[in-house]
């Protein structure tokens, strides 16, 4: 198995900082006391009232449930009426769970059969034959092995590199994992247990709860939760949009109701309970041969998959693209298949409400039966996306109509809004039912949670793939969430957004940014994503989400470079009608200017701006030259770190301009030169994380806080606070940010951003805001291309090994899974298969036109549903209209 060893930093998943992320994510929008949730999502049309007679007749003669007498209460036996604390709770309720659970399967078995269906009918008339042999057949087919297990004590194991130590108390979970330790992977339903109704610190507890299982489990689409507080139950229903809470049921009192919530968790369709019928887990034979792929809750992964979560393979389904001239886009018609092989982006599967956007590098399925080598690599990218903003397949295809060869843009291919059972999978109306929210949300207050203890591994474990991309300035692990892929507000309330599940294609792939090869690929690098935003540009096209994570290095040489990803943000500008909470919701917050977060120009004067840099030198208190030492770092400057100060200089009184200042081509030029800075700071060089200071503990100290400060935290004020001083004071810029960069960076990089800065400051006074892309490039080339640049390893040892490193980890991850033959598939024919040129390190994509020429042979599209749940069942074979090899 390949390992994904982090080469930028420790990401854990501590509970402070998931319990800060879950407040954030979701102020504005968690709701308690939802009107119509239970009656909607757990109605009769869910469970007829026959069955749950039929459990609770079953239960009270079993003397499980003991229905009033005389003074005695109702109440489910052995569980406590008045718990003086939660903990004499966990064992019994376990208990009366799983004896629900039980009832429910054996009820099930003994009407499974028609005949049996059709006798019970008798004593139902208000119920159809045809509709009751329905239900039975169907929910003995839909049915969860599920179990109920009290995990208070111990917390869920979880994949190390998405490494978690929360402790839910009560988790439903699958029988195919044993008896051993749940994994978060296998929880269905967490159950968090209190002594006391308190909707937000049970609210909190639970929703970090869901948080990691969606982070764990990529084909959950969303989740419900309970919380069972003294006596009373309460259904939280959690998905892209929010959380909502149920109108609490008193499970002693109620007891029909509480025994329908826990069926209906039990039969109700795998995608009416979150599952993905679309995504499933690829299968082989003990040959390796591919067969039919089940769902993740039929699989025994903890026996048959791999421990990685960035290994497990899935089988995916996405619309076919149109023939060429073949018209309109199809929605639902001819599927391609996909293999996702190997992830890339998995942590923001765990954002409860936003764009929760993963992405894998991915295999037709027609191609497994090739060498590696010949296979066509896609990249494919999971998401849900406003309704109100465009399709971000349309936008690429708009830049493809007129693009010849490489534009600095990825390649599409194809996009598709995911449909579950012929309906397009969205929050509001196919998952939530319309049912709406009411009142105002509630406070999730951090003051009031009790952190359970987390495990001393806990801050040591990596996130893999992701952490290559997002390096991190402290030591303790923990990590702002600025690279955010969840909606802000600023406002005091929306209504819940309408999320659509949707897939794109694209046919490039490369390496993360941050593991340039050398200083001269760095920055010719940025010049190319450049190319591809003016290419963008000049198609009415503004990109709006410009960040280190959203330019991809291709191993080509210039100006093929580099290449710009990510149009979920962008938007067709001429056209575009500006929304109230647009400037919040958009962009990665860490390389945003001032000017979009705020709406406000920077109050730069222009014989201000002409008087930053002479001849690139710095506006110092000196205003002389840097002269390098021996080793290429730049002499310290005089003065420890102190960034106090910059929130007062940024607290000047600023005089807004009449019009408010909307997200224009010059602030995504900005955000380029934010990601430059950015990688300066945080990196020693190629592909390393920033270890090496250079200075004193108290300066180094100072650093880092700055740092995090001005890229890491969540704030968006703050954020913009930061940018504001950075930019209307060079004295405050260089002495934070050109002079604090790693040794390696202290020439060329530095010359560039040096110009770069005062190019801004410049525009930005003047307001000449027009075209700028060409006078960035020039800058970017100067400096990529001089001999300094391209020679900068030979005057340091260490940075001639810090590019070797680079360079060989570049090369180990071209190593990919090859398939065997798959006998009985139709291989694509050479002369329609697309090709990757070989480079000396890089990995490629088809070149021009000629790579989309061949289009993959016609394979059925995956069911809506997944027949019958027993693994390795003849239903299974036909799953991809595909049959196992024989």
């Given at each position: 198995?390949?390992?994904?060893?982090?080469?930028?930093?420790?990401?854990?998943?501590?509970?402070?900082?998931?319990?800060?992320?879950?407040?954030?994510?979701?102020?504005?929008?968690?709701?308690?006391?939802?009107?119509?949730?239970l009656d909607t999502l757990f109605g009769d049309d869910t469970v007829p009232p026959f069955f749950i007679d039929a459990i609770y007749n079953a239960l009270v003669a079993a003397k499980k449930y003991i229905p009033a007498t005389g003074k005695a209460s109702a109440h489910w036996a052995g569980l406590p009426l008045k718990p003086k604390d939660e903990k004499v709770l966990y064992e019994p309720l376990t208990k009366v769970l799983n004896e629900i659970t039980a009832q429910c399967h054996t009820l099930l078995a003994q009407l499974g059969e028609t005949n049996t269906a059709r006798r019970t009918t008798r004593s139902h008339a208000a119920l159809s034959n045809e509709d009751l042999v329905n239900f039975c057949r169907?929910?003995?087919?839909?049915?969860?092995?599920?179990?109920?297990?009290?995990?208070?004590?111990?917390?869920?194991?979880?994949?190390?590199?998405?490494?978690?130590?929360?402790?839910?108390?009560?988790?439903?979970?699958?029988?195919?994992?044993?008896?051993?330790?749940?994994w978060w992977r296998t929880v269905h339903i967490p159950l968090e247990v209190k002594q006391a109704n308190t909707d937000a610190l049970a609210a909190i507890q639970l929703l970090r709860y869901v948080r990691q299982a969606l982070r764990e489990q990529p084909d959950r689409r969303f989740m419900y939760g309970l919380v069972f507080a003294k006596r009373t139950l309460t259904v939280w229903h959690v998905d892209r949009s929010g959380a909502m809470g149920s109108k609490v049921v008193d499970a002693h009192e109620n007891p029909k109701t509480f025994i329908r919530i826990i069926v209906a968790l039990l039969v109700k369709r795998p995608s009416d309970l979150g599952w993905d019928p679309t995504m499933l887990l690829y299968?082989?034979?003990?040959?390796?041969?591919?067969?039919?792929?089940?769902?993740?809750?039929?699989?025994?992964?903890?026996?048959?998959?791999?421990?990685?979560?960035?290994?497990?393979?899935?089988?995916?389904?996405?619309?076919?693209?149109?023939?060429?001239?073949?018209?309109?886009?199809?929605?639902?018609?001819?599927?391609?298949?996909?293999?996702?092989?190997?992830?890339?982006?998995?942590?923001?599967?765990?954002?409860?409400?936003?764009?929760?956007?993963?992405?894998?590098?991915?295999?037709?399925?027609?191609?497994?039966?090739?060498?590696?080598?010949?296979?066509?690599?896609?990249?494919?990218?999971?998401?849900?996306?406003?309704?109100?903003?465009?399709?971000?397949?349309?936008?690429?295809?708009?830049?493809?109509?007129?693009?010849?060869?490489?534009?600095?843009?990825?390649?599409?291919?194809?996009?598709?809004?995911?449909?579950?059972?012929?309906?397009?999978?969205?929050?509001?109306?196919?998952?939530?039912?319309?049912?709406?929210?009411?009142?105002?949300?509630?406070?999730?207050?951090?003051?009031?949670?009790?952190?359970?203890?987390?495990?001393?591994?806990?801050?040591?474990?990596?996130?893999?793939?992701?952490?290559?991309?997002?390096?991190?300035?402290?030591?303790?692990?923990?990590?702002?969430?600025?690279?955010?892929?969840?909606?802000?507000?600023?406002?005091?309330?929306?209504?819940?957004?309408?999320?659509?599940?949707?897939?794109?294609?694209?046919?490039?792939?490369?390496?993360?940014?941050?593991?340039?090869?050398?200083?001269?690929?760095?920055?010719?690098?940025?010049?190319?994503?450049?190319?591809?935003?003016?290419?963008?540009?000049?198609?009415?096209?503004?990109?709006?989400?410009?960040?280190?994570?959203?330019?991809?290095?291709?191993?080509?040489?210039?100006?093929?470079?580099?290449?710009?990803?990510?149009?979920?943000?962008?938007?067709?500008?001429?056209?575009?009608?500006?929304?109230?909470?647009?400037?919040?919701?958009?962009?990665?917050?860490?390389?945003?200017?001032?000017?979009?977060?705020?709406?406000?120009?920077?109050?730069?004067?222009?014989?201000?701006?002409?008087?930053?840099?002479?001849?690139?030198?710095?506006?110092?208190?000196?205003?002389?030259?840097?002269?390098?030492?021996?080793?290429?770092?730049?002499?310290?400057?005089?003065?420890?770190?102190?960034?106090?100060?910059?929130?007062?200089?940024?607290?000047?009184?600023?005089?807004?301009?009449?019009?408010?200042?909307?997200?224009?081509?010059?602030?995504?030029?900005?955000?380029?030169?934010?990601?430059?800075?950015?990688?300066?700071?945080?990196?020693?060089?190629?592909?390393?994380?920033?270890?090496?200071?250079?200075?004193?503990?108290?300066?180094?100290?100072?650093?880092?806080?700055?740092?995090?400060?001005?890229?890491?935290?969540?704030?968006?004020?703050?954020?913009?606070?930061?940018?504001?001083?950075?930019?209307?004071?060079?004295?405050?810029?260089?002495?934070?940010?050109?002079?604090?960069?790693?040794?390696?960076?202290?020439?060329?990089?530095?010359?560039?951003?040096?110009?770069?800065?005062?190019?801004?400051?410049?525009?930005?006074?003047?307001?000449?805001?027009?075209?700028?892309?060409?006078?960035?490039?020039?800058?970017?080339?100067?400096?990529?291309?001089?001999?300094?640049?391209?020679?900068?390893?030979?005057?340091?040892?260490?940075?001639?090994?810090?590019?070797?490193?680079?360079?060989?980890?570049?090369?180990?991850?071209?190593?990919?899974?090859?398939?065997?033959?798959?006998?009985?598939?139709?291989?694509?024919?050479?002369?329609?298969?697309?090709?990757?040129?070989?480079?000396?390190?890089?990995?490629?994509?088809?070149?021009?036109?000629?790579?989309?020429?061949?289009?993959?042979?016609?394979?059925?599209?995956?069911?809506?549903?997944?027949?019958?749940?027993?693994?390795?069942?003849?239903?299974?074979?036909?799953?991809?209209?595909?049959?196992?090899?024989?």
């Amino acid at each position: 198995m390949a390992q994904h060893n982090s080469s930028l930093g420790d990401i854990g998943t501590h509970v402070a900082d998931v319990e800060r992320a879950v407040k954030y994510e979701l102020r504005h929008s968690a709701f308690v006391d939802t009107p119509k949730l239970l009656d909607t999502l757990f109605g009769d049309d869910t469970v007829p009232p026959f069955f749950i007679d039929a459990i609770y007749n079953a239960l009270v003669a079993a003397k499980k449930y003991i229905p009033a007498t005389g003074k005695a209460s109702a109440h489910w036996a052995g569980l406590p009426l008045k718990p003086k604390d939660e903990k004499v709770l966990y064992e019994p309720l376990t208990k009366v769970l799983n004896e629900i659970t039980a009832q429910c399967h054996t009820l099930l078995a003994q009407l499974g059969e028609t005949n049996t269906a059709r006798r019970t009918t008798r004593s139902h008339a208000a119920l159809s034959n045809e509709d009751l042999v329905n239900f039975c057949r169907e929910a003995f087919i839909d049915k969860l092995d599920i179990i109920w297990r009290d995990e208070h004590a111990t917390a869920p194991k979880s994949d190390p590199t998405l490494m978690s130590d929360m402790r839910p108390d009560i988790v439903a979970t699958f029988k195919t994992t044993g008896t051993g330790r749940v994994w978060w992977r296998t929880v269905h339903i967490p159950l968090e247990v209190k002594q006391a109704n308190t909707d937000a610190l049970a609210a909190i507890q639970l929703l970090r709860y869901v948080r990691q299982a969606l982070r764990e489990q990529p084909d959950r689409r969303f989740m419900y939760g309970l919380v069972f507080a003294k006596r009373t139950l309460t259904v939280w229903h959690v998905d892209r949009s929010g959380a909502m809470g149920s109108k609490v049921v008193d499970a002693h009192e109620n007891p029909k109701t509480f025994i329908r919530i826990i069926v209906a968790l039990l039969v109700k369709r795998p995608s009416d309970l979150g599952w993905d019928p679309t995504m499933l887990l690829y299968q082989e034979d003990s040959d390796g041969n591919p067969l039919p792929p089940l769902p993740s809750y039929l699989v025994d992964r903890i026996a048959t998959s791999s421990m990685d979560a960035y290994e497990t393979r899935w089988v995916i389904s996405m619309d076919k693209p149109p023939t060429k001239g073949g018209g309109a886009w199809p929605a639902g018609q001819d599927q391609d298949v996909f293999v996702l092989y190997q992830a890339l982006s998995l942590a923001r599967g765990e954002v409860i409400r936003g764009r929760a956007t993963r992405v894998w590098r991915a295999w037709h399925w027609d191609d497994l039966t090739s060498p590696e080598e010949e296979r066509r690599i896609f990249v494919i990218k999971d998401t849900w996306r406003d309704e109100r903003r465009g399709v971000e397949g349309a936008l690429y295809q708009l830049a493809e109509q007129v693009k010849k060869g490489r534009s600095g843009v990825a390649d599409f291919y194809s996009h598709c809004v995911v449909r579950i059972n012929n309906q397009e999978d969205n929050t509001l109306f196919l998952i939530r039912k319309r049912v709406e929210p009411t009142g105002t949300p509630i406070v999730l207050e951090l003051a009031q949670m009790k952190a359970k203890q987390q495990s001393a591994t806990a801050s040591s474990q990596l996130t893999k793939i992701d952490s290559a991309v997002l390096p991190v300035s402290g030591t303790t692990g923990t990590v702002y969430d600025w690279e955010q892929d969840h909606f802000i507000f600023d406002q005091e309330l929306y209504p819940p957004r309408n999320l659509i599940h949707s897939r794109l294609a694209v046919t490039s792939t490369g390496w993360p940014l941050v593991k340039f090869r050398n200083i001269s690929e760095l920055l010719m690098g940025i010049r190319d994503a450049i190319g591809g935003h003016r290419w963008l540009c000049k198609r009415g096209i503004l990109h709006r989400d410009i960040s280190h994570g959203n330019i991809l290095l291709t191993g080509l040489q210039p100006p093929n470079s580099a290449m710009l990803i990510d149009l979920d943000h962008a938007i067709e500008y001429q056209a575009y009608e500006h929304m109230t909470d647009d400037v919040r919701s958009v962009g990665t917050l860490a390389f945003m200017s001032y000017e979009v977060i705020s709406s406000t120009a920077y109050p730069i004067k222009s014989e201000a701006a002409d008087r930053v840099y002479d001849a690139g030198a710095p506006s110092t208190a000196n205003d002389e030259d840097e002269e390098d030492d021996e080793d290429g770092a730049p002499d310290e400057p005089n003065e420890i770190i102190d960034d106090t100060h910059l929130h007062e200089v940024a607290k000047a009184a600023v005089e807004p301009l009449p019009v408010p200042v909307l997200h224009s081509a010059i602030h995504d030029l900005e955000s380029f030169f934010w990601v430059l800075c950015f990688i300066g700071l945080y990196c020693d060089g190629p592909g390393r994380p920033r270890t090496t200071w250079n200075t004193s503990p108290e300066r180094s100290a100072g650093l880092r806080k700055f740092m995090r400060e001005a890229f890491e935290q969540p704030n968006p004020h703050n954020i913009a606070l930061e940018k504001y001083a950075l930019m209307t004071d060079p004295r405050v810029f260089e002495l934070h940010v050109v002079s604090n960069f790693a040794p390696y960076f202290s020439v060329s990089a530095t010359s560039a951003v040096r110009l770069l800065y005062q190019l801004l400051r410049t525009v930005y006074a003047r307001r000449e805001l027009d075209d700028k892309h060409d006078s960035f490039m020039q800058i970017l080339k100067t400096a990529g291309w001089g001999v300094t640049a391209l020679q900068w390893h030979d005057t340091n040892p260490e940075y001639r090994q810090m590019e070797e490193e680079a360079k060989k980890w570049r090369q180990e991850k071209k190593a990919t899974w090859d398939s065997p033959s798959a006998r009985g598939l139709l291989p694509v024919p050479d002369n329609k298969r697309g090709h990757r040129p070989d480079a000396d390190d890089g990995e490629h994509s088809p070149e021009g036109e000629d790579a989309l020429e061949g289009r993959p042979r016609k394979i059925p599209r995956l069911p809506s549903e997944p027949p019958s749940p027993t693994p390795g069942s003849g239903a299974h074979a036909e799953m991809l209209g595909v049959a196992p090899p024989a």
